[in-house]
C-alpha cells in the first residue's frame, strides 16, 4: 500500500487492484482537422494532456499495471446510435457523417482510432463505447472485476462529459475513483475547472484528483 498526495484527502494506492483507464484520446477529439476541431474548438487544450498521459502510462506498464483503453462510437451500420444523439446539435455534419477523417465517430474510421502517441499495447483491453459512460452498453465492469481490479487512475476527454460520466458511473459500482488533473482535458477552461471540482467536493463524493507526479511517485515507491 503507498499514499497518494490527492485531494479532498490522500489516496490509499493498491496496486495489485489498480488500474489506469484512458478515456476516448481519439483522432477525431484531439487531432487538428478532427471532428472536435470542425465544430470550433481549440484542440491545444485537449493536447496538453498528452505527454503527461503518455509518461504516466510508460511508468504504469513498466510497474505492471492494468491499463484500459476506451473509444466513443458507432457501429457503421448507427443501428446503435440513438436517433436522439443524431439529431443533438442540428450539426451539418455530425455522428455517421463524413467529417474530415472519415464519418465521424464511427468504429473503423481514421477519426475513432486513438491517437497514436497512446496507442493501446497488444493485451490492452479496448473497449468500444456507444454512450459517454464507459460502463453505459459495454463489457467494462466484467474486465474490471475479472482483473480484481478496484481502484482506478483516470485520465481522457473530456474532463466534464465522458471523464465525468464514467468516474459517476463507477463510483455508483464501487470502484474508487482518483482523475489525475493535468491527464484529463476540456475544451472549455470553465468545465476543466468545474468538472474536477465536482469530483473531490463534499470529500470526495466522486472520488479523488491528484497530478501526474503524485500518481508516478506512488508508483516508482512501490515498484
Ligand atoms: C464528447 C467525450 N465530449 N469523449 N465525448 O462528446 O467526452
Known amino acids: 500500500m503507498a499514499i497518494i498526495e490527492a485531494e479532498p484527502y490522500p489516496f490509499e494506492f493498491n496496486r495489485a487492484r489498480a488500474s489506469v483507464i484512458i478515456i476516448d484520446m481519439q483522432r477525431d477529439f484531439l487531432e487538428p482537422g478532427g471532428f472536435g476541431a470542425a465544430l470550433g474548438n481549440d484542440v ?68 475513432h482510432d486513438i491517437i497514436p ?28 472485476k475479472n482483473r480484481g481490479i478496484a481502484q482506478l487512475f483516470v485520465c481522457g476527454v473530456t474532463t466534464e462529459v465522458c471523464v465525468n460520466t464514467t468516474v459517476r458511473e463507477a463510483n455508483d459500482r464501487g470502484y474508487d475513483c482518483l482523475v489525475v488533473a493535468d491527464c484529463v482535458g476540456s475544451y472549455f477552461p470553465e468545465f476543466q475547472e468545474m468538472g474536477l471540482r465536482m469530483i473531490k467536493a463534499q470529500g470526495g463524493l466522486f472520488g479523488w484528483v491528484a497530478t501526474s507526479d503524485s500518481v508516478i511517485a506512488a508508483l516508482s515507491a512501490t515498484a
Open 117 to 144: 502517441e497512446l496507442s493501446p499495447l497488444p493485451g490492452e483491453p479496448v473497449v468500444d463505447k456507444p454512450g459517454k459512460g464507459a460502463f453505459f452498453a459495454t463489457d467494462l465492469d466484467a474486465v474490471l
Open 44 to 111: 491545444s487544450l485537449l493536447r496538453r494532456t498528452i505527454a503527461p498521459t503518455r509518461r504516466l502510462l510508460e511508468k504504469a506498464r513498466a510497474a505492471g499495471l492494468s491499463v484500459i483503453h476506451t473509444r466513443e462510437g458507432h457501429r457503421p451500420d448507427l443501428a446503435d446510435l440513438p436517433p436522439a444523439k443524431k439529431a443533438r446539435g442540428r450539426l451539418a455534419a455530425g455522428i455517421g457523417d463524413l467529417g474530415p477523417m472519415g464519418r465521424i465517430l464511427v468504429r473503423g474510421e481514421p477519426g
